[in-house]
Each structure stands twice: as structure tokens, then as C-alpha cells.
């Protein structure tokens, strides 16, 4: 961390001092006042050779960025989307050339001329202390600008040009993101408080509501939390997980969370429970963190508790309400039978929970109605409509078991009626339950969830297609 201090103070040195070199001050940078300046001086810093004028530079321009208020930082988006692409003319040039003389070296320079030159911006731009996390940013305000355009009914080559700058921004971070740069973290009571808020405000799965709570999760002997940094990032997580030990697969996730429970002796713990996954960066979107964190997480926990034998998830199922409904309401449902329909009226009921007899006839009719959403309702990819499914299945993961009202919390009930799953993480057979998934679309399932599926529903394709359209 010290080396990482350093070479950041270093870079301010030069930065500073390149400020001279391009003879800009603050003074001047606060005449930089709309979107069509701030592009301008972008078209400078990428002609520049100079490193020490392009570090300055670079600082200048992204502290104007951050100074903008919402409207200009989209004006300026919008316009390195469109203005900043590959230049048309080198790149027939290079297809000329190469198809004259189809070589590897003419190849390369295909390649060159055919990169935007927003990619070169955002290398530069990344070249100022701090710019690495002030990028990401600037691709969350980019996702803004995508939806607005939309809205407002922009050309369809604008629309295109800002979805070709958010494959730059995704193309450059999946490398300066790469896992031989991410540094796994234990997150306990002693991890510095400005980190440990950021944990409570970004947990996106179980909401932490006080510091009480996130002690309960970290502080006891049966508690993980672990946390993926980046080197540039120093004190921002990018994704954590957190983990219960117990002597069993968890059903419902209250009990786990409860004030007040008594803690198992984690020498004595059998089961890692990945109860919570949170992605702490929307500008990080695409680029893969979870599975090399459960991976890890699995090898440490192993190391550390050699008792640990079965590694699981407790994982919500946020689409499944969302789809129960529309098959409920479907002329033709493709994943209830009519008498299903008929029984998952009920849930119009307010008592449908504390009514015994009610509940259990949900029970009966929805755990079915879950084994068809997660083995037949797929998208237009052809893979499970759940993300959160898509997610563990591609990481090698078997779904396992189905909880009926795993969790009650008002968050839990409204996007699945409460229904959580449990992934099992065989380590045996996590290589071969990946590859079945990728190449085939295989669900690897246990015989429990299997056994759920209705077996008069209509055939598969018809799900299919009626997802895909």
C-alpha cells in the first residue's frame, strides 16, 4: 500500500508540474464551461506525446467533468460517443491494404485503424491520479445517457455511437480489472469504519439497516465477510460476500439474520452458507468479479475450518414473482396447469401467510410452478430467465433445494413471494456442472427440485419461444 501511496504522490508531482507544461491553471479550467470545451481539450490531451502535459491534462479535464452538473456530463458523453469513433478513411485505407496484401503486420495496423479513438481517450484520461475510479464513474453517468436517449427518441446512430462507448469502457475495464490484479480482503470489526459504511451502503441483497446489524454479520466467531479490492481503488470494495457458518443448509434467511441467536463454534461448523453477493460498482457492469470470489472465499474457508464439507447458497429469486404473475394471468400458461392457476388465486388473499390450510396449498402449487421457471422459462439466449440462477449455474453451481417462504421480509415476498434457492457448490463436479451449462444449457438440478416439475405442462420449446418473443 505504501509503494501504491507513493507512486500516486509521484504522479500528482508530475501532474503539477505538466500543468506549467500546457500552460492551464485552475483559473483557466474554470472557463472550460460546457460540454463542446471540455471535448475540445479531450482532442488535445489524445494528440499530445507529452507524458507529463497529458497527466496534467487528463487531471484537468476529469475535475471539470465532476464539476458539471448532470445535464453537461450527458452533453459530453454524447458527444465523445459521436465524435470520437474510428476515423472512416484509415480504416478503408487499412481494408485496402490488407486485402492488396492479407499479412499478419497489415492486419495489425486493420486493427489499429479501426479502434475508436474514445478507447485512447479513456487510456489518457486513466493516465491522472484518481482517474481510474473517476472513470468508472463516468460510465455510471454513460448508462444514464444510454436511457436518455432512448426517452427522447434519439438517431439510431446515436443510440449505437453511446452503445460503442460503453463497449469501450467494458472492453478497458475487464483488463485493468483482470483477477491477477484484485486483492481479497477479510472484512471483520477491526477494518477501517469508512470501509465498513461503505459495506452497509452498498449491501444490495439484505439491506444492513445500523452498525448494530453489520456487527452482528461480521463480529461472531460463525461470521465471514470478504471483500475483492483493485489496487487503484484502495478503498472502495467492488463486489463482497458474506458468509454464515452452520451445521446445516439454511431454508430461510430470518433465522440467519436474527438478533439474538447463539453462534455455532466455527471449529465445529460443517456448511458455508454465501447468504449475501453484492457488486459494490454500477460503472463495473460485465465485468466478472462473483466467481472468482466464491472460488477463492471456498479455498480460504477450506483451509481455515477443515470441518467445512458443504458449500451453499442462500440466494433470492428476484424474477419469479414477476413471471408467476404473467403465467397466472397467460390465456395459455406455459409453466402452471390450470388447476395450479386455480389454487395461486390465494395469494390475492391478505392472509394467504397465516391461514395454515391456505398456505400449505400455495406451497403445494408454487414449489412446482419454481421447478418449471428455473428448468423451463428461459430467455432470448436460450439460458435460464432468472439472473441470479444464470449467475451460479455459470459458475459451476447445482441448484439444490427450493424454500417456500425462505424469506418474509417485505423486499423478499415482493419479488418472489418469498421463495429463496439454495446452489450447491460441489467442488467435484463444479468444472463439469460449468461445462454442461456453457455448451449445452444443461441445469444441473438435484433429483429433490426435479421431482417438483409438473409432468403435463406443454413442451419446453413453447416456453422458449414464449420468453423469447
Not at 506549467?20 to 479531450?42: E, H, M, N, P, Q
Not at 472513470?135 to 436518455?148: S, T, W, Y
Request: aromatic content about 8%; glycine content about 6%; proline content about 5%.
Amino acid at each position: 500500500m505504501a509503494a501504491i501511496s507513493f507512486l500516486g504522490d509521484l504522479i500528482q508531482t508530475i501532474s503539477d508540474r505538466g500543468r506549467d507544461l500546457i500552460g492551464l491553471a485552475r483559473t483557466d479550467l474554470a472557463r472550460t464551461a460546457s460540454a463542446a470545451d471540455l471535448a475540445r481539450l479531450c482532442e488535445d490531451l489524445i494528440s499530445r506525446r507529452g507524458e507529463a502535459s497529458g497527466v496534467a491534462l487528463a487531471r484537468l479535464i476529469l475535475d471539470r467533468y465532476a464539476s458539471f452538473p448532470e445535464g453537461e456530463r450527458l452533453a459530453f458523453l454524447e458527444l465523445v460517443a459521436t465524435e470520437f469513433g474510428a476515423d472512416h478513411d484509415a480504416v478503408d485505407a487499412a481494408i485496402a491494404a490488407y486485402r492488396a496484401e492479407p499479412t499478419r503486420a497489415r492486419l495489425g495496423r486493420l486493427h489499429d485503424a479501426a479502434e475508436p479513438r474514445s478507447q485512447e481517450l479513456i487510456r489518457r484520461l486513466n493516465l491522472a491520479r484518481g482517474g481510474t475510479l473517476a472513470l468508472v464513474r463516468m460510465r455510471e453517468d454513460l448508462f444514464a445517457l444510454r436511457k436518455h436517449l432512448k426517452d427522447r427518441g434519439a438517431a439510431p446512430e446515436t443510440i449505437d455511437a453511446a452503445v460503442s462507448l460503453d463497449s469501450d469502457f467494458e472492453h478497458l475495464f475487464a483488463s485493468w480489472f483482470n483477477r491477477g490484479f484484485l486483492v481479497l480482503r477479510h472484512i471483520d470489526w477491526s477494518t477501517p469504519a469508512h470501509i465498513l459504511e461503505k459495506i452497509i451502503r452498498y449491501e444490495a441483497v439484505h439491506e444492513i439497516a445500523d452498525w448494530d446489524e453489520l456487527r452482528r454479520r461480521i463480529e461472531p466467531t460463525d461470521r465471514r465477510c470478504f471483500a475483492f479490492f483493485h489496487p487503484a481503488l484502495l478503498d472502495e470494495p467492488l463486489i463482497f460476500v458474506e458468509v454464515a457458518l452452520t451445521n446445516a443448509i439454511a431454508p430461510a434467511i430470518q433465522p440467519i439474520l436474527a438478533d439474538g441467536r447463539q453462534p455455532v463454534p466455527a471449529r465445529t461448523a460443517t456448511t458455508a452458507i454465501f447468504y449475501s453477493i453484492s457488486n459494490c460498482q454500477k460503472g463495473l457492469a460485465g465485468v466478472t468479479f462473483g466467481n472468482f470470489l466464491i472460488k477463492q472465499v471456498v479455498e480460504d474457508l477450506a483451509r481455515e475450518i477443515p470441518s467445512l464439507k458443504t458449500f451453499v447458497t442462500l440466494s433470492p429469486v428476484p424474477g419469479f414473482r414477476t413471471w408467476l404473475d404473467r403465467e397466472r394471468r397467460a390465456d395459455a400458461p406455459q409453466g402452471l396447469t390450470r388447476e395450479d392457476v386455480e389454487t395461486l388465486r390465494l395469494l390475492e388473499s391478505d392472509d394467504w401467510r397465516s391461514d395454515k390450510a391456505k398456505c400449505e396449498a400455495v406451497r403445494r402449487a408454487m414449489l412446482p410452478a419454481a421447478a418449471a421457471y428455473f428448468l423451463r422459462a428461459k430467455n432470448e439466449r436460450g439460458r435460464p430467465l432468472d439472473p441470479v440462477a444464470r449467475f451460479h449455474l455459470g459458475n459451476g453451481a447445482r441448484l439444490e433445494r427450493m424454500n417456500f417462504l425462505g424469506d418474509t421480509s417485505k423486499k423478499g415476498l415482493k419479488q418472489s413471494y418469498g421463495l429463496m434457492v439454495n446452489y450447491l457448490y460441489d467442488l467435484s463436479a463444479i468444472e463439469k456442472n460449468h461445462e454442461t451449462y456453457v455448451n449445452l444449457g444443461t441445469v444441473a438440478t438435484s433429483s429433490a427440485v426435479s421431482r417438483e416439475l409438473r409432468s403435463n405442462l406443454p413442451p419446453p420449446r413453447a416456453v422458449v419461444l414464449a420468453e423469447a418473443g
